[in-house]
């Protein structure tokens, strides 16, 4: 059985904050807006994150997030050379706010709906629908009941993360993308985190494991959510990790959650997190912060955004603020597209009209010349000059602990 008779102006793919943003500045643009999500919530599982304040967010959040969702530190980060044999603070001139994911994901989705937003969950995107010139007009999902429906609209945003169905559709290279990792979420009920507000980064060199003689550059990190709670987790670091002389051999998840497990038990500085802890949640996942896409219109129709295109700040790991910032950015450039075309909904023409090769052009180069791709484009080649010093110049522990007081001057003078 096959639906064809539905038609809205925007169609994200994906509920997580990027297509939530996306959706509240598409209504509030007075259009008609779909969300696919093919869990059964909105959002990924729980787990914490965190904010620097600035105006996108409090006028999208409202001050009630920050002052009852969020844990308050000074936005300072403790880097740890490998097997912690040294270390030095990075401070900061605006604080940080860390959070449960559920809280912001719950804020975004009620704003959301307020505006008539509409959420089809458990809607797994198949395939774009193309019209004879090659342009998305639609997408192929199978609903709840398992069956096979067609969705049309004027604008498609992939925000479904790096592993995004229409990003792979369109040969997206996340293999090269992509870190694989380790999410944690914990609570240790003897352990005052207040007394360690910073974040803490554990860098691990190429082929320093004992026990994993092949496991490749990696960095395990800790923040604390408030009270007893914090995150943890371990990170691949690839950006040169296709490039190096020596074969990087990536691990499947079940190697990484052995090597994991290992960090938790005796990891010098890391291990201590763990002692006397319950874990909450903890899983493997992936982040697509090694490398950026090429173009963000990956075909006339579907605008990639957030984690889709490896939009993350690199050195925050995090496509949090970077991914909102830009589905913002998108929907309303492309809502004032459409509101200068003929005003008849669905017809090829406004499709063909909103996306002619000189638009895509239009649309590519104006987001380029917004302060949030400046400062995404600026930090993926800085942190490409440390990781290739770090991880490939110097790659192992020891050459990486003589050479620290040199990193460290390094890092305080970005």
């Not at 002052?67 to 270390?87: M, R, V, W």
């Not at 960095?219 to 490039?243: C, D, N, Q, S």
């Not at 589905?327 to 909103?354: C, H, M, Y």
């Amino acid at each position: 059985m096959m639906n064809t008779d539905e038609f809205f102006d925007f169609i994200i793919v994906g509920a997580g904050p990027a297509g939530l943003t996306s959706s509240i500045s598409a209504a509030k643009n007075g259009f008609r807006v779909l969300i696919l999500e093919k869990g059964i919530t909105t959002g990924p599982k729980i787990r914490g994150e965190s904010f620097r304040s600035n105006p996108f967010l409090t006028d999208l959040l409202g001050d009630k997030f920050f002052t009852e969702y969020c844990f308050k530190t000074t936005g300072a980060a403790i880097y740890h050379s490998p097997n912690d044999l040294q270390q030095f603070k990075l401070s900061s001139n605006t604080p940080l706010f860390f959070f449960e994911w559920r809280h912001l994901i719950d804020t975004l989705e009620a704003k959301a709906k307020s505006l008539g937003v509409t959420i089809k969950f458990q809607s797994e995107v198949m395939e774009p629908i193309e019209n004879d010139l090659g342009i998305c007009s639609g997408v192929r999902y199978k609903d709840i009941a398992g069956n096979i429906q067609e969705v049309n609209g004027h604008v498609f945003f992939a925000c479904d993360g790096h592993q995004s169905i229409l990003g792979k559709h369109y040969n997206i290279p996340y293999d090269l993308m992509n870190c694989p990792m380790v999410k944690c979420l914990a609570h240790n009920d003897f352990f005052d985190i207040n007394a360690i507000p910073d974040l803490q980064f554990y860098l691990i060199g190429n082929g320093d494991l004992e026990f994993a003689p092949d496991f490749p550059q990696s960095v395990a990190y800790m923040f604390p959510i408030g009270g007893k709670r914090m995150e943890l987790g371990l990170m691949l670091r690839m950006t040169h990790a296709h490039k190096m002389k020596k074969k990087v051999i990536i691990p499947d998840d079940k190697k990484l959650m052995q090597v994991w497990n290992r960090l938790k038990e005796d990891y010098p500085g890391f291990s201590q997190f763990f002692k006397n802890t319950a874990i909450e949640v903890e899983e493997t996942t992936g982040l697509s912060n090694a490398k950026l896409v090429d173009r963000f219109i990956v075909n006339p129709g579907i605008v990639l955004i957030g984690d889709s295109a490896g939009f993350i700040d690199p050195f925050g790991s995090s496509g949090l603020l970077s991914g909102m910032i830009m589905g913002d950015f998108w929907a309303n450039l492309l809502s004032d597209s459409i509101k200068t075309l003929p005003s008849r909904p669905n017809s090829d023409k406004v499709i063909e009209q909103i996306w002619n090769k000189k638009n895509c052009t239009t649309y590519e180069n104006s987001f380029k010349k917004t302060d949030i791709y400046k400062k995404i484009r600026f930090s993926y080649r800085l942190i490409s000059k440390f990781e290739w010093y770090i991880f490939k110049h110097l790659r192992t522990s020891s050459r990486i602990n003589n050479r620290w007081r040199f990193i460290r001057w390094a890092m305080q003078k970005v």
